[in-house]
């Protein structure tokens, strides 16, 4: 079946660490994001892609870098220095126009300790 | 300055009734608009959409109204089951894809 893979889904980080947070898709999506949610708030743009080897900030993407290598991978990094980086982070992948929106993985659950 | 809300954090109804959830949008130049549902501990899953060039559309026990004079969508669930209980986001997007905004979402209740 085809979908979105995110790891690992609780993942733990001390200050001062990098951590990378994995996305794969096997659905043959051209363009994938990455959003952040945190209670009470819509979901925020991170970062997204709309073909392999590129892409572009959100609104949110301070802290964060990605790297679109392959079509169907697009890891986010959160860095040192995301101020606030304890959330809930969901990859999703679409069509071109999204006009059945997104497909969304499970989402990753991190916490900085 | 939230361009899409969802005034009711949350929402209790009973089973076999209407569930009826809202979202407001600023932004006149939003021309395609989608809810999803979200289970805990998943990402949201895609529900039903509808442009601008409609006031609504149906699928099954969903239908989405758009009042675009208001900026006002409503998503109406008929009859309501325990099963629907989730949290539901709006998102508003512009050119079909762009410049889209999700609002915060309204936790529904689907009590037996």
């Known amino acids: 079946d085809g979908g979105i893979t995110q790891s690992p889904k609780y993942l733990f980080r001390k200050e001062g660490q990098n951590v990378t947070l994995s996305c794969e898709q096997n659905?043959?999506?051209?363009?994938m994001y990455w959003y952040r949610q945190d209670p009470g708030q819509g979901l925020r743009l991170i970062y997204y892609?709309?073909?392999?080897?590129?892409?572009q900030k959100g609104d949110i993407a301070e802290g964060y870098s990605v790297s679109r290598e392959k079509k169907e991978s697009f890891p986010l990094t959160v860095t040192s220095a995301q101020k606030n980086p304890t959330a809930f982070y969901l990859c999703?992948?679409?069509?071109?126009?999204?006009?059945?929106?997104?497909?969304f993985g499970s989402g990753t659950r991190l916490t900085v300790v | 300055d939230q361009q899409v809300k969802q005034n009711s954090p949350s929402l209790s109804v009973q089973e076999g009734r209407i569930s009826i959830l809202n979202c407001d949008y600023t932004?006149?130049?939003?021309?395609?608009f989608l809810w999803y549902k979200k289970y805990p501990a998943e990402g949201p899953t895609f529900l039903i959409s509808?442009?601008?060039?409609?006031d609504k559309n149906e699928d099954g026990r969903f239908t989405v109204f758009l009042n675009k004079s208001a900026k006002h969508l409503s998503l109406h669930i008929v009859p309501s089951q325990p099963g629907d209980s989730a949290v539901y986001f709006c998102?508003?997007?512009?050119?079909?894809?762009?410049?889209?905004?999700f609002g915060p979402g309204t936790r529904l209740s689907v009590l037996p």
């Open positions: 659905l043959n999506h051209d363009a």
């Open positions: 892609s709309q073909i392999v080897n590129d892409f």
């Open positions: 932004n006149s130049m939003f021309d395609y």
């Open positions: 509808i442009s601008s060039i409609k």
């Open positions: 999703a992948s679409s069509t071109p126009g999204r006009v059945e929106g997104y497909t």
């Open positions: 998102e508003a997007s512009e050119d079909y894809g762009q410049n889209f905004v």
